[in-house]
C-alpha cells in the first residue's frame, strides 16, 4: 500500500478522533434536559435520515436476505446498548474518565476472540490485558468514589462495544460500509422508537420521553450528526490505510475528549485519572504491536517456499 493512499486514510482517522468526542458532548449537553434512552434514540434516527441521501446516491441500499437481516438487527442491539450506557456513564461523569474505561473494549475483544473463535493468545498480550484493566480501575476507583456505581457503566460499554465490533468485522467481507451504516441506523430507530412510545409517562427516568425544548433540539441533532459524519470518516479511513497504522492513532481521541471536557465543561482529569489513562493506552498500544506482529509473522509463514 503506497503512501499516497495511507496518508488521506491517517488524516481521516485524526478527523474521526477530533470528531467523535463532540458526539460525546453533545450527548452529555443534552442529558441536562432529555433522558439518556431519547438520546440514544436520536442518535439512531438522525444518523439514518442523514445517511439516507448519501447511501441512495452512492446506490448501496440493497435489499438485505434474511442471514445479513439478523446481522444487522444484532448489530444495532449491540451498538443501542453500547450508547445507553457511555450516555448514560457521561451524563454524571466526565467526558474523558468515562471515554478511558471505555478503552479497555480491546482488551475484551481480545479475550473474546479466544473464548468465541479459539483465537491463541501468548501470555505478553494476556498480562498486558491484566495491566489494561488495572489501569481502568485506576480511573474507576475514584470514580465510583464519586459518581458511585455509575462510574461502572463505561464498562458495559466496552463489553457491548466488543460484541458490536465483533459483527461489523464479519459483516465488512460481504456489506459495503455506508449500507452497513444506514442500515443499522434504521434498525435501531426501529427497536428504540416502539420502547420509548410504549413507555412514554411510565415514570422510568431513563425511558420517559419528553418534549425537548430551545437549544435541546440542537443537542439531539448533534448526537446523530456527528455520529454520522466521525463514523463515516472512520471507515474510509480503513479503506485507505490499514488497521495496524489507524489502531494507533485511535487514542487520540482521549486528548480531544481531555480538552472538549475542559472548555465546555471545566472537567479536568486528576492525577490518578492520568495515570489510569497512561496504563491503559501503553497496553493497548502493546497490544496493537503485538497483533501486527503476529499478522506479519503469519503473512511470512505462508509466503515462505517450501521444500
Known amino acids: 500500500m503506497t503512501t499516497d493512499r495511507i496518508l ?53 441500499t440493497l435489499p438485505l436476505d434474511r442471514r445479513m437481516a439478523g446481522l444487522i438487527f444484532l448489530r444495532a442491539v449491540f451498538l443501542i446498548l453500547s450508547t445507553y450506557t457511555f450516555v448514560a456513564g457521561i451524563a454524571i461523569m466526565p467526558v474523558a474518565d468515562a471515554l478511558a474505561i471505555a478503552f479497555v473494549e480491546p482488551f475484551i475483544l481480545l479475550i473474546l476472540g479466544s473464548f468465541l473463535f479459539g483465537d491463541i493468545i501468548g501470555p505478553r498480550r494476556i498480562a498486558a490485558c491484566a495491566v489494561g484493566f488495572g489501569g481502568a480501575l485506576m480511573v474507576i476507583q475514584p470514580s465510583l468514589a464519586a459518581f458511585g456505581t455509575i462510574a461502572l457503566y463505561p464498562l458495559g460499554t466496552a463489553f457491548f462495544f466488543a460484541f458490536y465490533m465483533l459483527i461489523t468485522r464479519h459483516m465488512s467481507r460481504s456489506m459495503h460500509p455506508v449500507a452497513m451504516q444506514l442500515h443499522t441506523s434504521l434498525a435501531g430507530s426501529a427497536i428504540c422508537l416502539p420502547v420509548l412510545w410504549l413507555l412514554n409517562g411510565t415514570g422510568i427516568p431513563s425511558l420517559d420521553a419528553v418534549q425537548p425544548q430551545g437549544i435541546a433540539w440542537l443537542w439531539l441533532f448533534g448526537v446523530g450528526f456527528w455520529a454520522a459524519l466521525s463514523h463515516i470518516c472512520m471507515t474510509y479511513a480503513l479503506k485507505f490505510a490499514p488497521t495496524s497504522t489507524l489502531a494507533p492513532l485511535h487514542y487520540l481521541e482521549i486528548v480531544a475528549a481531555v480538552v472538549l471536557g475542559y472548555l465546555v465543561f471545566s472537567d479536568f482529569p486528576n492525577a490518578m485519572t492520568w495515570a489510569g489513562i497512561i496504563v491503559i493506552v501503553s497496553s493497548g498500544l502493546y497490544i496493537i504491536q503485538r497483533e501486527h506482529r503476529v499478522a506479519r509473522d503469519a503473512a511470512r509463514a505462508i509466503s515462505a517456499p517450501t521444500h
Open 8 to 60: 488521506p486514510g491517517v488524516g481521516l482517522m485524526l478527523a474521526f478522533c477530533a470528531l467523535a468526542p463532540l458526539l460525546d458532548v453533545s450527548s452529555k449537553l443534552a442529558a441536562h434536559s432529555i433522558p439518556v434512552g431519547q438520546i440514544t434514540g436520536a442518535r439512531f434516527v438522525v444518523q439514518g435520515a442523514l445517511m439516507l441521501p448519501i447511501a441512495l446516491f452512492m446506490g448501496t
